[in-house]
């Protein structure tokens, strides 16, 4: 058995599921270098929602991030999470968009490319996975794992199996609920290494408390590479922490061969940023606690939270253990499609409508009509066409792959940035997040003339100059 890989999560992950994806840039680079030395497998630095967090709330460039984070981190690899045919948005693109995001993210200092589909249909990462073997970059497919009468560990080996057909460098197990226990793990980790011959990697969370328990189990099982989180932004929502982690292994056979007191160099880094984060309220310390009743409804945390936030709204917080017995009954209807974003919001709200209009399905939201109709792609067991003429009546639901429906986009797109451009990425920018790319890029332009003030201050100086 080789020794255990990591990837730090710190520098995305970690701060999503913490903080909201707040860290800027300017407090993640006096770090880098030290991280850069440790000898981690990759560290996740981009992607996710770090792209969106850093134009809506940082005033930052996602694209400039990525850049001095690549000028200071010359050893390691770089990783992001990609969204398949969503990239980093919260719809299908084009197929020109996505080949063009990929070929920019490596340009500017990505090597490894976790890519992943909220429902598990290949035919939504085919266009990721091709653009990244074209430009040279690491493809590492991933698993939205999750639990239902659909999903069993030859079902996600028989997909495993097609990813890799299709291209993939490594397979990632991406467990985003915490949902994975640790013989689960075992097993699942056992089948996957005796299905395909590419390294076999874990991203799991430690809401429901499992975490570092699944991931050693994990390792006895043969996984080759684990996700962990330096322990002052580890544990809750985010990863487990690196440092034990490191330590159980210590003398193993899967020893990780990372120096202890090299991470207590980065933990002391993180600490003080914690209590900052605490201080400010930008960390609440209800995200740190076990959340049991992500194992009892299978619910992720995320969409826990949300479901009570609907209920309260609505005065009807009385109601949330029978949405919680509905979200299930929804899940079903829909073809078991996994709990990840987009699927996990549109099906929860689902469930709150039924729930509050006593009947089920009197009213329908536009995106489970979407879901059901097929815009997301295939849901894992075949919809029951009755269900489907009830939700979306005589349209025609969608049976090839979604974005073969969508015309080029980057054209038309490049026309509109034009007044704008400063850099050929600002068109992705525009794409993926088009008010709020607009309303960055008036900020831009207003620091550039010396002009001062918020995004919304800046947009009307610009306007009136």
């Given at each position: 058995m080789a020794k255990v890989k990591i990837t730090e999560t710190v520098l995305r992950d970690s701060h999503q599921s913490l903080i909201a994806t707040r860290m800027n840039t300017e407090t993640m680079l006096p770090i880098l270098s030290q991280m850069d030395k440790i000898g981690y497998h990759s560290l996740e630095a981009w992607g996710g929602a770090t792209f969106d967090s850093c134009l809506?709330?940082?005033?930052?460039?996602?694209?400039?991030?990525?850049?001095?984070?690549?000028?200071?981190?010359?050893?390691t690899k770089l990783q992001m999470l990609f969204r398949g045919q969503n990239i980093l948005g919260y719809r299908h693109y084009a197929d020109d968009v996505v080949e063009y995001f990929v070929q920019k993210s490596i340009a500017n200092g990505i090597d490894i490319l976790r890519?992943?589909?909220?429902?598990?249909?290949?035919?939504?990462?085919?266009?990721?996975?091709?653009?990244?073997?074209?430009?040279?970059?690491?493809?590492?497919?991933?698993?939205?794992?999750?639990?239902?009468?659909?999903?069993?560990?030859?079902?996600?080996?028989?997909?495993?199996?097609?990813?890799?057909?299709?291209?993939?460098?490594?397979?990632?197990i991406k467990d985003m609920s915490g949902l994975l226990t640790p013989y689960a793990a075992y097993d699942l980790v056992t089948a996957l290494k005796s299905s395909v011959k590419v390294p076999i990697q874990l991203h799991t969370h430690y809401t429901t408390g499992?975490?570092?328990?699944?991931?050693?189990?994990?390792?006895?099982?043969?996984?080759?590479?684990?996700d962990t989180a330096i322990s002052p932004m580890a544990l809750g929502t985010s990863q487990?922490?690196?440092?034990?982690?490191?330590?159980?292994?210590?003398?193993?056979?899967?020893?990780?061969?990372?120096?202890?007191?090299?991470?207590?160099k980065v933990s002391k880094y993180f600490a003080p940023l914690r209590e900052e984060y605490l201080a400010s309220g930008l960390l609440d310390p209800k995200v740190l606690k076990v959340d049991v009743n992500?194992?009892?409804?299978?619910?992720?945390?995320?969409m826990l939270s949300n479901l009570v936030s609907q209920l309260k709204q609505q005065g009807k917080s009385e109601k949330l253990s029978e949405v919680l017995e509905e979200v299930p009954r929804v899940r079903e209807d829909a073809g078991y499609p996994p709990l990840v974003t987009p699927t996990s919001?549109?099906?929860?709200?689902?469930?709150?409508?039924?729930?509050?209009?006593?009947?089920?399905?009197k009213m329908v939201s536009k995106e489970f009509k979407g879901m059901v109709r097929g815009d997301y792609g295939k849901s894992p067991v075949e919809i029951d066409p009755a269900f489907r003429k009830k939700i979306i009546g005589d349209e025609q639901p969608i049976t090839c792959r979604p974005a073969d429906k969508l015309e080029p986009e980057l054209d038309k797109l490049r026309e509109i940035v034009k007044p704008y451009m400063e850099q050929e990425e600002d068109v992705l920018s525009y794409a993926l997040f088009e008010q709020?790319?607009?309303?960055?890029?008036?900020?831009?332009?207003?620091?550039?003339?010396?002009?001062?003030?918020?995004?919304?201050?800046?947009?009307?100086?610009?306007?009136?100059?």
């Open positions: 809506r709330f940082l005033n930052e460039d996602p694209w400039e991030r990525l850049r001095k984070i690549r000028a200071e981190v010359k050893n890519i992943f589909d909220a429902m598990n249909d290949a035919r939504n990462l085919k266009t990721a996975i091709n653009a990244t073997k074209k430009e040279g970059g690491h493809v590492q497919a991933a698993i939205s794992y999750t639990i239902s009468p659909a999903h069993s560990n030859e079902a996600f080996c028989k997909y495993a199996k097609e990813l890799e057909e299709m291209g993939a460098d490594s397979i990632c499992l975490a570092s328990m699944t991931i050693l189990k994990a390792v006895e099982a043969g996984v080759d590479i684990v487990p922490p690196t440092e034990p982690i490191v330590a159980t292994l210590q003398g193993t056979e899967y020893d990780t061969g990372l120096d202890l007191n090299e991470l207590d992500c194992l009892l409804y299978q619910v992720p945390g995320g919001q549109i099906v929860g709200t689902q469930a709150v409508l039924n729930v509050i209009a006593g009947e089920r399905y709020v790319a607009t309303k960055f890029f008036e900020y831009r332009k207003a620091q550039k003339y010396g002009l001062d003030g918020t995004n919304g201050d800046a947009e009307l100086k610009v306007h009136s100059v």
